[in-house]
């Protein structure tokens, strides 16, 4: 049954119909329907647009459609137009008259805006929960590896010494501005639509402000024309979606490079990859390259819905309709991701010994040596020079500055004593860097305080 039917004598054509329909991917949102749908008759009956007792028979007939949805014992039409339809057509079939007056005061273009904030709510407070999940496990890494060694990069060539703890500590930031970033779209998002009717509101005396609180808004939306159609919150919502991927994704490619046969940093545990079905030697990091992947998928809903927004005329068009199955792929995507990227880096084993020889090998320790000139006299750019050649020195005898003797470092400059060996070992290389936000241990040690009061907070 269509509620739309009065003012039509033909039939719809059957293409038409099924174009149209919005059954099979709005019906995702059937609990915020009948949420709203509750919400809008109680207060229908508080106002007295309705009696107070056909208020309360729509109440208690969609608390038991709400039930029997959830058991099972009552399935969703795939054949309904959409999850409005649904609901409505089976509490009129159940209750009689008083559910063809749910309807009153409101239109399926504030109804629709109604379930999917509502929605979209609860979803970007659900990713936020994965993210804290996953910021934990960043966290407990960190604490057990302040002192593993490895090399830091710029251009993926060995710059710097840092721990593990302070690389993963830049994930940490990351994913926190993430969840920061959600609490702002929740915050910017959570008015009420409902009232705004198709788009000019309605002549019944309906209290907006009541069914927003009762749905736990902050308030009603203050533009019904607006509240209609904005669908803002679902592109900065998209945009926070894009972010984490970005961030996992970044993530991802670090944990490929890391467990090649080249690097061998770490190992991804069994239950994290796949082997080859010829090649009987591989294990794959499916899931870090998989992450890195369906990033561009998130991305894509994002253009998906700013491209449908960006020449829309106000109010209502059923373009909108698109911005469902744009946002429930992202949501899907970005939560499967999140949840199997903690799992993978939970169980990782760091193969700590190889991190740190890697970071010996690389002259990472090469700006130590120079700021080692510099504090016995040498002017920087002298200092640099000097290491610069003593670096070449070492490529062409396969050693590190380390393996040098102390007059084969003089031979390079006076400057240098015995002391040097200390100032360039990994340990003080990394120890001495203790400027807020370095890897130094006491800076990590406040980088790891920090750390727990977002995750507190
Ligand atoms: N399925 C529609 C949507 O998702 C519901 C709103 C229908 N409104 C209308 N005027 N046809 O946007």
């Given at each position: 049954m269509k509620l739309w039917g009065g003012r039509f004598t033909g039939q719809t054509n059957e293409l038409v119909a099924k174009y149209n329909s919005s059954i099979s991917f709005d019906s995702r949102f059937w609990?915020?329907?009948?949420?709203?749908?509750?919400?809008?008759?109680?207060?229908?009956?508080?106002?007295?647009?309705?009696?107070?007792e056909d208020a309360e028979k729509i109440h208690k007939g969609l608390t038991d459609i709400y039930s029997d949805l959830e058991s099972g014992k009552l399935t969703i039409d795939p054949e309904a137009e959409d999850i409005h339809s649904f609901v409505e057509s089976v509490l009129t079939e159940r209750i009689g008259d008083a559910g063809k007056k749910l309807h009153t005061g409101r239109s399926r273009n504030d109804q629709v805006a109604l379930d999917m904030r509502l929605y979209a709510k609860a979803s970007a407070k659900e990713v936020s929960k994965n993210l804290k999940k996953l910021l934990n496990t960043i966290l407990k890494i960190m604490k057990e590896n302040k002192e593993t060694y490895m090399p830091g990069f710029t251009h993926l060539q060995k710059a710097q010494p840092v721990t593990l703890a302070h690389h993963l500590g830049a994930y940490f930031e990351m994913f926190a501005r993430d969840c920061g970033r959600l609490k702002d779209a929740v915050a910017r998002m959570n008015y009420s639509p409902l009232g705004s009717g198709a788009l000019a509101g309605t002549t019944y005396p309906l209290d907006r402000e009541m069914t927003a609180h009762m749905l736990d808004f902050s308030g009603p939306t203050e533009n019904s024309m607006d509240g209609v159609s904005d669908r803002d919150y679902l592109i900065e919502l998209l945009s926070d979606f894009s972010l984490i991927m970005m961030h996992l994704s970044r993530f991802s490619e670090e944990i490929i490079i890391w467990n090649t046969n080249e690097y061998r940093f770490i190992e991804i545990d069994d239950s994290y990859s796949t082997g080859s079905s010829i090649m009987p030697q591989k294990k794959n990091p499916d899931i870090a390259e998989l992450v890195r992947g369906k990033t561009g998928r998130v991305y894509g809903s994002l253009m998906t819905l700013l491209t449908v927004l960006k020449g829309l005329p106000l109010a209502y068009n059923k373009d909108l309709q698109e911005d469902k199955e744009a946002f429930f792929d992202a949501l899907d995507t970005v939560t499967d991701s999140i949840i199997l990227f903690e799992g993978m880096l939970a169980t990782i084993r760091f193969n700590k010994d190889v991190m740190a020889q890697s970071a010996k090998n690389g002259f990472t320790n090469a700006t130590d040596a120079a700021d080692y000139l510099v504090t016995h006299g040498v002017p920087f750019r002298d200092a640099h020079g000097i290491i610069g050649r003593l670096v070449l020195y070492c490529i062409d005898k396969k050693c590190a500055l380390d393996d040098l003797t102390v007059d084969e470092f003089k031979q390079f400059s006076p400057a240098f004593e015995e002391d040097i060996y200390d100032a360039i070992s990994l340990k003080t290389c990394v120890e001495k860097r203790n400027t807020i936000g370095a890897p130094g241990t006491q800076a990590v040690e406040r980088m790891i305080q920090h750390c727990e009061e977002v995750i507190n907070s």
């Open positions: 609990r915020e329907d009948i949420k709203g749908s509750m919400a809008h008759a109680l207060m229908l009956g508080n106002q007295g647009i309705i009696s107070r």
